[in-house]
């Protein structure tokens, strides 16, 4: 999943994103341990893809922060 496609997701649904790769990558790890995977590479992937979401999401709640820090210093002055 491209970053571009995560940022047009809303928070809760990103969130649930990340709760369906978890999900996923858990059972990736366990089909690895029985070697029964199919794509080593997947493991890869879907880790890349809950950092991808994880950085997204903390990137919009650093900017969230900004803006009521700014909007509380410029209702002050």
């Not at 858990?26 to 880790?47: C, E, G, S, Y």
């Not at 650093?62 to 002050?76: C, F, M, P």
Request: glycine share 4%; charged share 40%; hydrophobic share 35%.
């Amino acid at each position: 999943m491209k970053a571009s496609e995560i940022r047009e997701l809303g928070r809760e649904e990103i969130q649930k994103k990340i709760k369906e790769l978890k999900e996923e990558l858990f059972n990736l790890r366990f089909q690895h341990a029985i070697n029964q995977l199919d794509n080593p590479t997947r493991l890869n992937h879907v880790k890349k893809d809950i950092a991808r979401s994880m950085t997204i999401l903390r990137e919009r709640e650093i900017t969230e922060q900004r803006n009521t820090a700014k909007g509380v210093a410029l209702s002050d002055g």
